[in-house]
């Protein structure tokens, strides 16, 4: 295929993407710390709080794959500043909020427009970039996205014990306008791929996100209620019916929403486990950490944001080492390294639950996962054609909401000894869950993920 003319602004423009990646996954921590107080000022059930936050990755999750489609067939500029004037304008309607329904829709909203943002603007960052630009570009990306996480903690306790929580989301819209007007100006206007401009697959649209919405649900529930609850069962068997339908549907249609050999292709299938193992560890690390400091040891949101803040550091340099050694070690070698330290820093809390010794271990698996998120980016992502883009980068997206589903999901399980009660057990139980987990994760990487692809093999995917 012939290589796009490199763009002189790709450097700017990943610059913005991120931010706008970053106003997304900010979206999930930086409502977590900020839940009790609007709990409070709006009189919210213990149901309508969950949604507040399951309602967004829900939405999120189970409309990425569609998203990433529609980036395909119609241009992934156009989808990208659809998403971020959605988001901006849903962030503005969740903030001036006065009832749950008010809340919750505004979270609905807030989740359509990332599932369209999310995976364009990945697709962009592909077609924007080639060879080891590419990794360090996915580098960047990483670090955004994974440190975002942490920062969105600290950014939370600020604006929820400064100008209340209805900055957590005021702040989008600002930063959600000025990003668009830049984006509409940097990005060159792109045409889609396929010239005859062939329909949605609206059905396989409809079975995919609904299975995908299903099974997210199903991990939510599985935390909140348990995991051998009728519920959870009956969500977990409707998701997969649902997939195996989407499967025969795509063999059958003649416009296929996507191609679903895709999903078999070994550096796809890696890089959507990487990516699951190192949301899930992530969140585990958020939700462990945050729970910890606030209600065993008694810090305010604004403490446990500042605890937080060697995490962020950890993961972006994390990641941002990653992105410049990829090119020359390859992927295997480095996906063993960060799941490796991911699992030796969660074994530290596990080990010694102390304040100290909580903050090391996490910001210390926090610079493991960061390096895993840049190899599932660069693996899935960096040898597919330019017409696969929005799909595969919807197929990573989609399992970044998976592992982060899962990872809250079990460990809520797992620590609700210490959630409910004043015991240190249930904390030390599940870093020590998630330390295993990195742990057996090292042996299924070292097995699945590619190698440094050989001269030959480079040559042959850039011309075909």
Do not use: C
Not at 93 to 113: D, F, H, K, N
Not at 223 to 243: C, H, M, Q
Not at 408 to 427: C, D, E, H, R
């Amino acid at each position: 295929m012939n290589q796009p003319a490199i763009h002189p602004a790709r450097w700017r423009i990943l610059g913005l993407l991120g931010v706008a990646q970053l106003m997304l996954i900010l979206d999930v921590t930086v409502v977590a710390i900020a839940l009790p107080h609007i709990e409070t000022e709006l009189g919210l059930s213990r149901e309508a709080l969950t949604w507040t936050v399951s309602a967004y990755t829900l939405t999120f999750g189970g409309l990425m794959l569609l998203g990433g489609r529609i980036a395909d067939l119609v241009g992934a500029k156009q989808v990208m500043l659809t998403g971020l004037l959605l988001f901006t304008a849903a962030s503005l309607t969740t903030g001036l909020a006065e009832s749950a329904a008010m809340l919750v829709g505004g979270r609905i909203a807030q989740g359509v427009g990332a599932a369209l943002l999310s995976p364009a603007a990945l697709s962009l960052v592909v077609a924007l970039f080639d060879g080891e630009e590419r990794n360090r570009a996915l580098g960047v990306w990483s670090a955004l996205g994974g440190g975002g996480a942490a920062l969105g903690v600290l950014l939370g306790g600020l604006l929820t014990a400064g100008p209340g929580w209805s900055w957590v989301f005021y702040v989008n819209v600002p930063i959600g306008l000025v990003i668009a007007v830049a984006l509409a100006v940097l990005v060159p206007k792109q045409q889609p791929w396929s010239a005859q401009r062939p329909r949605l697959d609206v059905l396989g649209a409809i079975l995919v996100t609904s299975a995908t919405a299903s099974l997210t649900y199903a991990l939510i529930a599985a935390g909140e209620r348990g995991w051998l609850t009728r519920l959870t069962g009956w969500l977990v068997l409707a998701a997969a019916v649902g997939y195996v339908l989407f499967v025969v549907w795509q063999r059958r249609a003649r416009s296929p929403l996507m191609d679903v050999r895709l999903l078999v292709r070994r550096p796809v299938a890696t890089g959507a486990f990487l990516i699951l193992m190192a949301t899930a560890l992530m969140i585990a690390v958020f939700f462990l950490g945050t729970f910890y400091f606030q209600q065993a040891q008694g810090y305010d949101a604004l403490q446990t944001g500042l605890l937080f803040l060697p995490v962020a550091v950890a993961t972006m340099l994390g990641a941002n080492l990653t992105g410049r050694l990829i090119g020359r070690w390859g992927g295997r070698g480095l996906a063993v390294a960060g799941l490796a330290v991911a699992a030796v820093g969660m074994a530290v809390p596990a080990l010694s639950m102390h304040p100290v010794s909580v903050v090391i271990g996490v910001s210390v698996a926090a610079a493991g996962t960061g390096a895993m998120f840049v190899v599932a980016s660069a693996t899935a992502l960096g040898q597919v054609a330019p017409h696969e883009a929005g799909v595969a980068s919807g197929i990573v997206s989609t399992f970044h909401e998976f592992g982060a589903s899962l990872g809250a999901a079990v460990v809520s399980s797992v620590a609700a000894a210490s959630l409910v009660g004043n015991t240190l057990s249930g904390f030390a139980s599940g870093f020590t869950v998630a330390a295993i987990a990195a742990a057996a994760g090292i042996v299924i990487a070292a097995l699945v993920t590619p190698g440094r692809p050989r001269p030959a093999d480079q040559v042959a995917s850039s011309s075909s």
